[in-house]
């Protein structure tokens, strides 16, 4: 989680860190060690947080707990992190860390194309999302290549070069294994997309057609 995000938030308000705190019901000295990274703050602080200064949902915190997004909210969950594919869906939903539903979307089997279409977005729309987190879990449930592919998407789509950090990490513990992208695929498709993948999921061992020039609306 980059913190920093609040520090700036709060200077484009002009308000000074007591002002902050108290908008916040917490004492300066705790929203000072907020800004420092000395506290993370709960899930009930982070909404206020996004609340009073519209900071980014990479503020909640990331936790191992599994999430409640079963097949028909995919979608929504995505409209909830702003994803423009999906906007009118977005009215009264509650949003959720991108960086946690980003590792369990990555998980499934078999996603709608929509919905993964959808996921090296949140990379391009969220660079700040912890990382280190992620890559790690990523790892433990051997989807660093997957990941990596949305990585690589979103880094070449924006050009933020900040992504190349967990880029190197992932390609580290890379995967020799041929996988798909989070779709359950039918010999005859794999037959396909081994002729036709695209050289970024080739990059990262994956059959899939995904390259920057499709992903709509990363752009």
């Avoid at 007591?18 to 703050?41: D, N």
């Avoid at 992190?81 to 998980?107: C, D, Q, S, W």
């Avoid at 997957?146 to 990585?151: D, E, I, K, M, S």
Wanted: one cysteine or more; charged letters at 25%.
């Amino acid at each position: 989680m980059n913190l920093d995000q609040v520090k700036q938030a709060r200077l484009r308000r002009g308000h000074t860190q007591q002002e902050a705190a108290a908008r916040l019901g917490v004492t300066q000295a705790y929203f000072s060690m907020l800004e420092g990274g000395g506290r993370k703050p709960s899930s009930r602080l982070a909404r206020k947080l996004m609340r009073e200064y519209d900071v980014s949902p990479t503020v909640l915190p990331v936790t191992d707990a599994p999430l409640n997004v079963g097949t028909y909210s995919w979608a929504r969950e995505l409209a909830s992190l702003e994803y423009p594919g999906f906007a009118h869906l977005r009215r009264g939903m509650t949003k959720v860390n991108p960086a946690r539903f980003l590792l369990i979307a990555l998980a499934h089997s078999n996603l709608e194309a929509r919905v993964a279409e959808g996921l090296p977005w949140l990379v391009f729309r969220y660079p700040e999302m912890d990382f280190d987190w992620l890559v790690q879990r990523a790892r433990l449930r051997n989807l660093q290549n997957r990941l990596g592919f949305c990585v690589t998407l979103a880094r070449l789509v924006g050009g933020n070069d900040t992504l190349r950090k967990p880029e190197r990490e992932l390609v580290e513990s890379k995967l020799a294994k041929e996988d798909s992208f989070c779709r359950e695929l039918s010999e005859p498709e794999r037959r396909w997309l081994r002729a036709h993948s695209s050289e970024e999921a080739r990059q990262w061992n994956l059959l899939s057609d995904l390259r920057p020039g499709t992903l709509r609306y990363a752009a």
